[in-house]
């Protein structure tokens, strides 16, 4: 059995971007099935940004209109932090985060189809 790769994808919520590995595209229903990598949040105090492990939480579905495709050179920035991160993935704290930042896309689509 070999490696599967798949591609690294985000989606940007105002300050915050969350990246993921592009499981499946689910065409006829216009969402993705997500496996969250990282959450880039705003920059903290100190000027640098944050990056929370997420490669341990929950996959999620999402709208496609929500993904983009990353830049190489963005993404080994990344995981790079990561790598060199001695913290792992909280999944308690993973799913809280991951809940609040598509909270935000829930309540945009509330309001647009009002």
């Known amino acids: 059995m070999g490696v599967v790769a798949y ?14 590995e592009l499981v499946q595209h689910i065409e006829e229903r216009h969402n993705c099935w997500l496996r969250p990598l990282s959450l880039l949040s705003s920059q903290t105090i100190d000027g640098q940004p944050e990056f929370l492990d997420l490669r341990d939480g929950p996959d999620i579905i999402c709208a496609d209109e929500l993904i983009r495709p990353v830049m190489d050179m963005d993404w080994l920035v990344i995981l790079d932090q990561l790598t060199a991160s001695k913290i792992g993935c909280d ?13 935000q896309f829930s309540s945009q689509r509330s309001a647009s189809s009002d």
């Open 7 to 20: 591609p690294v994808v985000y989606i940007q919520g105002g300050a915050a971007r969350l990246y993921g």
């Open 91 to 103: 999944y308690p704290q993973a799913n809280q985060y991951l809940r609040q930042f598509l909270e």
